[in-house]
């Protein structure tokens, strides 16, 4: 009696052991991504969107997308995301890109990213200063775009880049 059940535990053990070792082999990666702004009193500027006049001067924007890596491996990826603001909304659309020197369609009577024109996989639409939210999609190997689609954000520079291997 006392042997089975120690088998009994021991089988289970493994069983667990077997579970938890699938899953770390198949844990999907996840990128830590933040939402940040100078404050809802700083100007913003408008033409640096991806490609845009001043696209490649990232130091001039005000606001922005910080992640905690920029290179991941293609598959299942989580994006935890976290508006650092202490006043304004933002949000977190994942798009997809063919070519990096290209604008992506940008409709400037919104001041906003045309979204219909851009293939993306997902987004966490819309977060208040301080609140989180998740992402989990397969992304295949390229190039994609994290961007913030509330008016102005985008071309005030708040997007990255992301490389999926
Ligand atoms: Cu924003």
Not at 112 to 125: C, L, N, Q, Y
Not at 126 to 132: A, F, I, K, T, V
Request: aromatic fraction near 6%; proline fraction near 4%; charge should be negative.
């Amino acid at each position: 009696m006392h042997k089975k059940l120690k088998k009994l535990a021991i089988g289970t053990a493994a069983v667990a052991g077997l579970l938890l070792g699938t899953h770390f082999a198949w844990a999907d990666e996840t990128i830590t991504v933040e939402l940040w702004d100078s404050g809802a009193e700083t100007e913003m500027p408008t033409d640096m969107g991806l490609a845009m006049a001043h696209g490649n001067d990232m130091s001039n924007a005000t606001m922005g997308i910080r992640v905690s890596t920029d290179t991941v491996a293609a598959g299942q990826i989580t994006f935890d995301v976290t508006n650092v603001s202490t006043d304004t909304i933002h949000e977190m659309v994942l798009a997809h890109i063919d070519d990096v020197t290209k604008p992506l369609p940008f409709n400037a009577e919104e001041n906003e990213v045309d979204e219909e024109a851009v293939e993306g996989p997902g987004e966490v639409s819309e977060l208040d200063p301080g609140e989180s939210g998740s992402l989990t999609v397969n992304l295949d190997a390229g190039t994609y775009i994290l961007y913030c689609n509330l008016p102005g954000h985008y071309a005030a520079g708040m997007w990255t880049l992301l490389t999926v291997k």
